[in-house]
């Protein structure tokens, strides 16, 4: 177990520097050194019998995650597009774990109506869920649509995750987290509330990405404002730059150069599991890296005003018919 240790000012000063060089915070580099001072690792078995979902977790972050909570006890339950993957992934957790308890959910975060599916079944079944860890992530090479009409990085980043949190709110009341996985990306993009589908300009999947994972980060404290009155804590967090598929399938030129300094996918997914296991109390709407609460925005610039914010709020709530009454 590794003890909390105080920071001082010069390690708060020598944290920010990294964080702002990007490849020395965001990198394996971040972890090896920050493992010194950051807050101390949950308890072993801190989440035994307590139920935890992961979205998107047939591996890279997500199964990481999926084990990293595993191996302190919990109920995983993992979804995915694909059930021979899930089944791999199961049998991946169970390997290295024989006496984890592991169900598997085949459910595409970004079919909405299927969605909402899903969390009234997993409500049913399970009535008191710990933790939801929003992992699911896609990267299109083009602009593509879902069944139900819309873009693909929208629907399975921002409209499902909320469809999802929301269908799952009384199990997780009283107590349970959400973990919003999301990206440094974020910071090279504004919130664009004019055109959150994406349909001006020249569609890039890279941009598509980096603009809802900034909107994960503003939804965040909206999501904390709606459900603190169920005692539910909100965090978003990114990994920094991790050897994944997402990565190295999505962004090769960018995993070539990199790559001998990018985290593994523990390492990437360590604030996740933290985050959703800590005994330390976790302010609610904030966002981490390496266990350590960031600032929204890289420098004060593109930051969205309160009525973007609020325009956003309501656009996602009237897509969804999940319209939660911000207070």
């Known amino acids: 177990m590794v003890a909390s240790q105080p920071v001082s000012g010069v390690t708060a000063a020598l944290d920010w520097v990294m964080d702002k060089s990007l490849v020395l915070g965001y990198t394996k580099v971040g972890p090896a050194l920050r493992r010194r001072w950051w807050p101390a690792d949950p308890e072993p078995g801190v989440l035994t019998g307590r139920h935890v979902l992961v979205t998107g977790a047939t591996g890279g972050l997500g199964l990481a995650t999926a084990r990293g909570l595993a191996g302190l006890g919990a109920v995983v339950h993992v979804t995915g597009r694909d059930a021979g993957r899930l089944d791999r992934a ?4 169970l390997g290295g774990q024989p006496g984890a308890t592991v169900e598997t959910h085949v459910s595409d975060v970004s079919d909405l109506a299927g969605t909402a599916e899903f969390a009234r079944d997993l409500a049913a079944r399970v009535p008191r869920l710990h933790a939801v860890v929003h992992n699911a992530g896609v990267m299109p090479p083009q602009r593509t649509t879902t069944d139900e009409g819309k873009e693909l990085a929208l629907a399975t980043h921002v409209l499902g995750p909320h469809v999802l949190t929301f269908g799952l709110r009384e199990s997780l009341a009283a107590g349970g987290r959400v973990v919003i996985v999301t990206s440094g990306g974020a910071y ?16 890039s999947g890279t941009a598509a990405y980096a603009r809802t994972k900034r909107m994960q980060l503003v939804l965040a404290p909206l999501w904390a404002r709606e459900l603190a009155v169920d005692g539910v804590t909100v965090s978003s967090m990114h990994p920094g730059w991790a050897d994944t598929p997402g990565v190295t399938e999505s962004l090769p030129g960018f995993a070539k150069v990199t790559g001998p300094l990018l985290r593994d996918a523990e390492q990437g997914a360590d604030t996740a599991v933290w985050l959703a296991a800590t005994g330390e109390p976790i302010p609610s709407g904030r966002f981490w890296h390496d266990r350590r609460q960031r600032a929204m925005h890289y420098a004060p610039v593109r930051v969205e005003t309160p009525g973007e914010v609020e325009r956003f709020w309501a656009f996602v709530c009237e897509t969804t018919g999940v319209p939660g009454t911000a207070r």
């Open 90 to 93: 199961r049998a991946v957790l």
């Open 188 to 203: 090279a993009q504004r919130l664009d509330v004019d055109d959150p589908e994406f349909t001006r300009g020249t569609y």
